[in-house]
């Protein structure tokens, strides 16, 4: 699937078509991990032009719906991301549910990443996975001397760390990130903030490390004064700085000189942007209903041999998916890898996440805690045996899926059911 896609088109990572084709960045992302000394966590305003900075926040399905709405008003958008407002994986469930959607949908966009690194390193099997093709990865330093200067903190999970310390968990995340990402064959961007004072005399080194880590195009950002931050009063680099800089670091690193420093809802093309005229579009959204059916297009299913249901959801290793052909019948779209077993409740999410396009998944049985889980997460988990298309026809026309799932609950022998439903009271 991924063949087809012709990367050329993303226009952050090549300029020369910065005017043909755009990009949308969906705002699914307000948790953050990290306190820069330059960011201000206000992120709901219209006003401001900058990182880290969105209207509203969408679910993964608000954000899919969208993604509709936003290529029926510009069809050249051929890129789809998360920039936040927060770090992507410090919301990794509706980040990853997004770009399983967006990739199940409209399967020839580029799908691209923005993070600080932190939790990025044990996401990377499932991003490409799902076809994530491109991954911006921002590295202020790579001296934590100086690294612990640009931030007030960092979490990793529940635990807070300051100062050193914090520095150094941050750049060796941020090392074994990018490092897995290029074993992944994950094309990598570095985003370094230029700040006066603090890292302006270390871009070279920076550029020099990412080189050798593997990283394909640099992008040096002039830091911009916010309000109320740490850094408030520090100046915004000049161009002749930036200039400078950019063409130093060019001895290790191409240099991306195009970047609009965009919004986490940015839409539109590099020089055309649309994200004023696409945020009352944006607003309805995130009014609609957090999980809708409608814009869940596929059935999963628990089976063996892919013609009966007949697994118990705990001892599916894999996962058909199941959509509608447009002829009234039904066609198998793909299939997933389940999470390993064990875990507990976390697998219970991980499959949520999975499945994130599907309405229903269709089971022979499962437990109390994973049933729960998957219809808090919009997912009706359909318990049955029987012939797949049988469970289809139920789910996507709402004729007798009541008495589909309770007539296996009927029998004395679920063996008596598989096939025909024969020796059901």
């Given at each position: 699937m991924l063949e087809k896609i012709d990367f050329n088109r993303h226009p952050c990572f090549n300029a020369k078509v910065k005017g043909q084709y755009g990009r949308v960045h969906l705002p699914v992302a307000p948790k953050c991990?990290?306190?820069?000394?330059?960011?201000?966590?206000?992120?709901?305003?219209?006003?401001?032009?900058?990182?880290?900075?969105?209207?509203?926040?969408?679910?993964?399905?608000?954000?899919?719906?969208?993604?509709?709405?936003?290529?029926?008003?510009?069809?050249?958008?051929?890129?789809a991301g998360i920039a936040g407002p927060g770090d992507p994986f410090a919301n990794a469930d509706d980040t990853l549910e997004t770009m399983r959607l967006i990739r199940t949908t409209y399967p020839?966009?580029?799908?691209?990443?923005?993070?600080?690194?932190?939790?990025?390193?044990?996401?990377?099997?499932?991003?490409?996975?799902?076809?994530?093709?491109?991954v911006t990865v921002t590295v202020n330093a790579v001296d934590p001397e100086i690294t612990k200067d640009i931030y007030s903190w960092v979490r990793d999970g529940?635990?807070?760390?300051?100062g050193l310390q914090g520095a150094e968990l941050l750049l060796a995340r941020q090392i074994s990130a990018i490092k897995k990402l290029k074993r992944y064959g994950i094309t990598v961007k570095i985003n370094t903030i230029v700040i006066p004072g603090i890292n302006d005399h270390h871009i070279i080194e920076v550029a020099?490390?990412?080189?050798?880590?593997?990283?394909?195009?640099?992008?040096?950002?002039?830091?911009?004064?916010?309000?109320?931050?740490?850094?408030?009063?520090?100046?915004?680099?000049?161009?002749?700085?930036?200039?400078?800089?950019?063409?130093?670091?060019?001895?290790?690193?191409?240099?991306?000189?195009?970047?609009?420093?965009?919004?986490?809802?940015?839409v539109g093309l590099l020089d055309d942007d649309k994200t004023d005229e696409m945020r009352g579009c944006l607003s309805v959204c995130a009014k609609l209903p957090k999980h809708s059916?409608?814009?869940?297009?596929?059935?999963?299913?628990?089976?063996?041999?892919?013609?009966?249901?007949?697994?118990?959801?705990?001892?599916?290793?894999?996962?058909?998916?199941?959509?509608?052909?447009?002829?009234?019948?039904?066609?198998?779209?793909?299939?997933?890898?389940?999470?390993?077993?064990?875990?507990?409740?976390q697998r219970w999410f991980n499959i949520s996440r999975i499945l994130g396009d599907c309405r229903a998944i269709l089971v022979s049985d499962l437990g109390e805690s994973p049933k729960t889980t998957l219809k808090e997460n919009g997912i009706n988990p359909v318990t049955m045996t029987g012939f797949i298309e049988k469970g289809l026809e139920a789910v996507y026309?709402?004729?007798?899926?009541?008495?589909?799932?309770?007539?296996?609950?009927?029998?004395?022998?679920?063996?008596?059911?598989?096939?025909?439903?024969?020796?059901?009271?």
């Open positions: 991990n990290i306190q820069c000394n330059y960011c201000n966590r206000k992120y709901d305003c219209v006003n401001e032009s900058r990182p880290g900075v969105t209207s509203t926040i969408l679910s993964p399905e608000q954000a899919l719906y969208y993604m509709g709405k936003v290529l029926e008003k510009e069809p050249r958008i051929s890129v020839d966009t580029i799908l691209c990443l923005a993070s600080n690194g932190l939790n990025l390193e044990p996401h990377v099997p499932e991003l490409a996975e799902i076809g994530v093709s491109h529940k635990i807070l760390y300051r020099g490390m990412m080189k050798k880590l593997g990283a394909d195009l640099l992008n040096c950002m002039a830091m911009f004064p916010n309000a109320d931050t740490v850094f408030e009063d520090v100046p915004e680099p000049s161009k002749a700085t930036m200039t400078k800089l950019r063409n130093q670091a060019e001895k290790h690193l191409p240099q991306m000189r195009h970047c609009t420093r965009c919004r986490a809802d940015a059916e409608a814009k869940r297009l596929y059935v999963a299913v628990a089976t063996l041999e892919g013609v009966l249901v007949n697994q118990h959801l705990g001892e599916a290793t894999r996962f058909q998916i199941w959509g509608e052909n447009g002829d009234g019948g039904y066609r198998l779209i793909e299939e997933r890898p389940a999470p390993a077993a064990g875990g507990g409740s026309t709402g004729k007798g899926l009541t008495s589909l799932q309770g007539r296996m609950h009927k029998c004395s022998s679920k063996e008596a059911c598989v096939g025909t439903g024969t020796g059901c009271g």
